[in-house]
Nanobody
Framework: QVQLVESGGGLVQPGGSLRLSCAASGGIFSINHMGWYRQAPGKERELVAASTSGGSTNYTDSVKGRFTISRDNAKNTVYLQMNSLKPEDTAVYYC????????????????WGQGTQVTVSF
């Protein structure tokens, strides 16, 4: 069972910054996809940023230029640096990782973190 543990959420004023972290554990061989999603009250969960093992990244338009996703493969950890935060960034943020537990790619995993609240307000 691959488990993800998130940290770093909290309350911040508009224009401020936060850094989220998500660490995976539990018999991982490789991680292909690392992503951050968010869900605001009354809205569907949306992809915020994603990173592939090949080094490519993509962001939803509303966070481009403000958020940066990065990964430490040695630590099975993904980060989300969030700058110039806006009230509309308020949501529960979830990390997601997809990969394999074995060399022959027989056993895959698709795991989610527990979620961390980010609130942007005065």
């Amino acid at each position: 069972q691959v488990q993800l543990v998130e940290s770093g959420g909290g309350l911040v004023q508009p224009g401020g910054s936060l850094r989220l972290s998500c660490a995976a554990s539990g018999g991982i061989f490789s991680i292909n996809h690392m992503g951050w999603y968010r869900q605001a009250p009354g809205k569907e969960r949306e992809l915020v940023a994603a990173s592939t093992s090949g080094g490519s990244t993509n962001y939803t338009d509303s966070v481009k230029g403000r958020f940066t996703i990065s990964r430490d493969n040695a630590k099975n950890t993904v980060y989300l640096q969030m700058n110039s935060l806006k009230p509309e960034d308020t949501a529960v943020y979830y990390c997601n990782m997809k990969g394999y537990k074995d060399y022959f790619r027989i056993f895959s995993f698709d795991s989610w973190g527990q979620g961390t609240q980010v609130t942007v307000s005065f």
